[in-house]
């Protein structure tokens, strides 16, 4: 299938989201109030410990910035759209065309990662460092190196967000699903907390689950808390798991596809 076909559906993509602007304009708002909470938590629990989490209170503030600006890149609706289109029979559209399914999802979602770039990251990022101590990359090469994980976060979430919308196939409703995932990989993404504040153990357990490549490891490349051949090593990890995330999400579809109850439509 040429790739000229999924473009096409990442352009639908992008152009869908023009609709529900506001909420973009809503969300750079939300996300700096998010931030703002986090200042001063961190700020408070720094006041105590000078070296809480394993980082200083510059890098942690710069963390917490990047982190969310990174998660309002990242974001997407795959799964929750793979629910509704099965509860309104609207699968059954994307069961006749000649694509792969998974595919057009994911090239939707890269459409609306690329309206959510222009209208709420790059807003996002500039009003938190305007207001916060945000630092820089390390270097150029970490900045490099930085937005070259950020495409493999973005991947990586739609292969994830793809298997649990395969679901809806079978289960119907993925309410309470969706609910789970979302906290999951919200905490174990080191989004709400830096993964050195875990116990050993549950760090060397984690470091084997892709979530913390999602936002933890991006967020280390751009402090430069890794040195390059341990960026070579998470880049690489970030791709396998992406890799292998997308290939059992085709073969999970295929099973859940086998018998599809279509209501609505």
Not at 117 to 126: D, E, I, K, T, Y
Not at 176 to 203: D, N, Y
Not at 231 to 245: D, E, R, S, T, Y
Request: positive net charge.
């Amino acid at each position: 299938m040429s790739v000229a076909v999924y473009r096409e559906f990442a352009r639908v993509g992008f152009v869908n989201i023009l609709a529900f602007r506001l909420r973009y304009y809503t969300g750079v708002l939300t996300y700096f109030l998010n931030v703002t909470v986090y200042y001063f938590i961190w700020k408070a629990l720094y006041a105590a410990d000078p070296n809480f989490a394993g980082f200083t209170f510059p890098e942690i503030v710069t963390y917490v910035a990047v982190g969310w600006m990174i998660r309002s890149l990242y974001f997407n609706n795959i799964d929750q759209d793979m629910a509704q289109d099965v509860m309104e029979g609207k699968i059954s559209m994307a069961l006749i065309k000649p694509v792969s399914v998974q595919w057009m999802y994911i090239s939707q979602a890269l459409g609306e990662t690329v309206f959510r770039l222009a209208m709420l990251s790059a807003p996002v990022a500039l009003a938190l460092a305007l207001v916060f101590p945000v630092r820089p990359p390390k270097s150029p090469a970490h900045g490099a190196l930085f937005l070259l994980s950020l495409v493999g976060s973005v991947l990586l979430v739609a292969a994830l967000n793809f298997i649990v919308g395969s679901c809806a196939v079978r289960l119907k409703s993925i309410l309470g699903l969706l609910r789970a995932k979302f906290f999951v990989q919200e905490l174990f993404s080191g989004l709400l907390i830096p993964m050195t504040l875990f116990p050993a153990t549950a760090q060397k357990v984690l470091a084997c689950l892709p979530f913390q490549h999602i936002g933890y490891t991006p967020m280390l490349i751009y402090l430069g808390r890794l040195s390059y051949p341990q960026i070579a090593l998470a880049l690489a990890l970030q791709a396998l798991w992406v890799a292998l995330l997308a290939a059992f999400g085709a073969w999970f579809w295929k099973v859940m596809a086998r018998k599809i109850t279509i209501h609505g439509g």
